[in-house]
């Protein structure tokens, strides 16, 4: 069995830093779990966070188009740092309506993949493991349909409980990590 320092790359010893990886993943479980508990709230902060990063994407286009204004291109990257900003202005107005609307893609995403994967798996028949990834396509359909069962109200917490959910699997992982390369 592999030592956790023969497997990592960067030469960092984490034997050392075991003691920070755990407090960190601890920080992520207990953060998630806060999370948990006020999806709403965070799908709210993370759809102001994503306008701040589209109006700030837009201006760093609109710096770059004055400073290469004899651009062949510098009508579309005009046009572009426009739809930036304009978007980023809109999410920022109406953050609810811009998860909404995102969470509903969101779940045309999952169906697609979910549907996908099903076809994988069926051309993957006479190989190994084929029934994970049909398993993995019937889950992906069935939460997307369940986000889209509940939209619009589902865009008020999806993207809140995925945050959440997500800080909290970082953080187990961590933890697992931490402990894994304890010596």
């Known amino acids: 069995m592999a030592k956790?320092?023969?497997?990592?790359?960067?030469?960092?010893?984490?034997?050392?830093?075991w003691g920070w990886i755990l407090g960190l993943g601890i920080l992520f479980v207990i953060l998630g779990c806060i999370g948990l508990g006020m999806v709403v709230g965070l799908t709210l902060v993370s759809m102001i966070f994503f306008a701040a990063l589209l109006i700030v994407a837009g201006i760093t286009h609109v710096v770059d188009v004055f400073k290469h204004r004899e651009w062949k291109g510098i009508i579309w990257?005009?046009?572009?740092?426009?739809?930036?900003?304009?978007a980023g202005c809109v999410v920022f107005y109406d953050p609810f309506l811009a998860s909404t609307l995102i969470t509903a893609a969101l779940a045309g995403v999952l169906i697609v993949i979910g549907l996908t994967r099903i076809l994988m798996a069926f051309s993957l028949k006479d190989s190994k493991g084929w029934l994970w990834l049909l398993l993995a396509g019937i889950t992906a359909i069935i939460l997307g349909?369940?986000?889209?069962?509940?939209w619009p109200i589902s865009?008020?917490?999806?993207?809140?409980?995925?945050?959440?959910?997500?800080?909290?699997v970082t953080g187990w992982t961590y933890i697992f990590i931490a402990f894994a390369s304890r010596t």
């Open 145 to 150: 349909m369940l986000i889209l069962m509940h």
């Open 77 to 86: 990257q005009s046009l572009i740092a426009i739809l930036y900003i304009v």
């Open 155 to 168: 865009g008020l917490w999806v993207i809140g409980l995925f945050i959440a959910i997500e800080m909290i």
């Open 4 to 17: 956790t320092k023969e497997i990592n790359p960067t030469g960092i010893d984490l034997n050392r830093n």
